[in-house]
């Protein structure tokens, strides 16, 4: 997510209602190369943040070289979120699925209770921004995790607020270069009590995993309350939703899926009629501890009849799945992903989606999920750097020869706990 303008902006942002804000901290640290050679045309920023939303991570990559810095993110929660079996104020959980990162000049930690600017220059939180004003606060949820809309390289987050024993509604926005609405679409939620988490766009529609219900009757997601039904319940039957975008004459659809469940999107796509969607998928109760595993399902819908059909690429379990950004909304068939060799991820692949062959190189120590970065001129889904976070190193390996290792290795300072992480062509940290 990136565009030309890289300075921070904080006009959209409303005063934090957190706590003091964090301690003074020491400008970037110089991160040395300790082998091989970055890629020349390797330049941007590295983002993470920390389970929790506790604190961030940058790793700025150019010409110069390398620097590093990590801040806390300066939060706050709200109080008591049900009362007699409804919801009365925002949802804040403990942002296990915390997220970041950069749209339009700003970075921002998406957390349960907002999503929060930081300065691009030093990490400091300025404070909950509204997106343009797509943030209204009271009970209203915004999504954790926005997407990138592949056509017109709009944002896509949603908003929805909880039914409290009438229907619930979902609203789609779709925000400019400079946060400004560019299109969208509401629509009345299937169950107003159902667990909503990831979004995916295709050209014609928007797509919204849900799965089960909430016993309380809110409709959330990214919350300790998904975590407790999950861990209540023996299965969970995924439901796929196809919302239009337009009045373009599609009617909504909801789509049973028995076969698999699953809490994020890979990719979607639209070909010959049918919606394609790949997921990281359970086949059993979904498992949300932090080291759990998934098997890579392609979910095949006719839009007209909504019928689907469920293939698994392989049998082997992935985690940390991605496909090269540039075929994002596009048929794209190679996934990058991280594997287990015993307990721990120390393993990066290459899968083919289509054949189930594989590529793989097997590291000395854990590795966190691999971020693909798209060549300067790649035309293949295999053109990219996969940047990987191991202990106080950071990996650049080669997409199109991974089994040959990395091609450069940066001693960081010290090791970030990073739950999510993003990269932005934009060098942070000037």
């Not at 509604?169 to 969208?184: P, Q, S, T, Y």
């Not at 909503?196 to 309380?216: M, N, P, R, S, W």
Request: with cysteine; hydrophobic share 40%; glycine share 12%.
């Amino acid at each position: 997510m990136s565009t030309e303008n890289a300075a921070i902006s904080a006009e959209n942002a409303a005063p934090d209602t957190g706590t003091t804000a964090p301690p003074a901290v020491s400008g970037p640290t110089p991160v040395a190369v300790a082998s091989g050679a970055l890629p020349a045309d390797l330049q941007g920023t590295l983002l993470g943040i920390d389970a929790d939303g506790s604190s961030v991570f940058a790793l700025r990559i150019d010409a110069s070289g390398a620097k590093q810095l990590s801040r806390a993110v300066n939060s706050g929660q709200s109080g008591e979120q049900f009362k007699d079996g409804r919801q009365v104020a925002r949802i804040t959980g403990t942002g296990r699925t915390a997220g970041i990162y950069e749209w339009a000049g700003k970075v921002l930690a998406s957390l349960p209770q907002g999503h929060y600017a930081l300065d691009g220059r030093t990490l400091e939180t300025l404070g909950i921004d509204t997106l343009g004003s797509v943030d209204r606060g009271g009970l209203q949820q915004l999504s954790q995790l926005p997407q990138s809309e592949p056509a017109t390289g709009r944002l896509v987050v949603f908003t929805s607020e909880p039914g409290n024993g009438g229907p619930a509604n979902v609203e789609f926005h779709e925000l400019d270069a400079e946060f400004k609405r560019a299109g969208g679409a509401r629509h009345e939620l299937p169950n107003a009590s159902g667990i909503i988490h990831d979004l995916a766009v295709t050209e014609h529609d928007y797509l919204l995993l849900q799965l089960g219900e909430f016993a309380d009757g809110a409709t959330s997601w990214n919350v300790d309350s998904l975590w407790d039904a999950v861990a209540e319940a023996p299965r969970m039957p995924l439901t796929l939703s196809l919302y239009p975008r337009s009045a373009n004459g599609r009617a909504v659809s909801h789509v049973p899926v028995g076969e698999v469940s699953a809490m994020g999107v890979i990719n979607a796509f639209e070909a010959d009629g049918k919606v394609v969607v790949d997921v990281p998928g359970f086949t059993g109760r979904p498992d949300l501890a932090a080291d759990a595993t998934h098997r890579i399902a392609r979910i095949t819908i006719e839009r007209e009849s909504g019928i689907p059909e469920v293939s698994f690429a392989s049998q082997r379990e992935f985690d940390g799945i991605g496909i090269n950004p540039v075929f994002a909304g596009k048929p794209a068939n190679v996934a990058f992903a991280r594997a287990a060799s015993g307990k721990a991820f120390d393993t990066l692949v290459k899968l083919d989606l289509t054949t189930g062959e594989a590529e793989e190189w097997r590291g000395s120590a854990p590795l966190s999920a691999p971020v693909v970065v798209p060549k300067g001129g790649g035309t293949s889904e295999s053109d990219v750097w996969l940047l990987v976070v191991a202990g106080t190193q950071c990996l650049v390996l080669d997409g199109a020869k991974l089994g040959a290792g990395p091609v450069a290795t940066l001693s960081l300072a010290e090791a970030p706990a990073l739950s999510h992480l993003s990269f932005t062509g934009k060098t942070l940290l000037g």
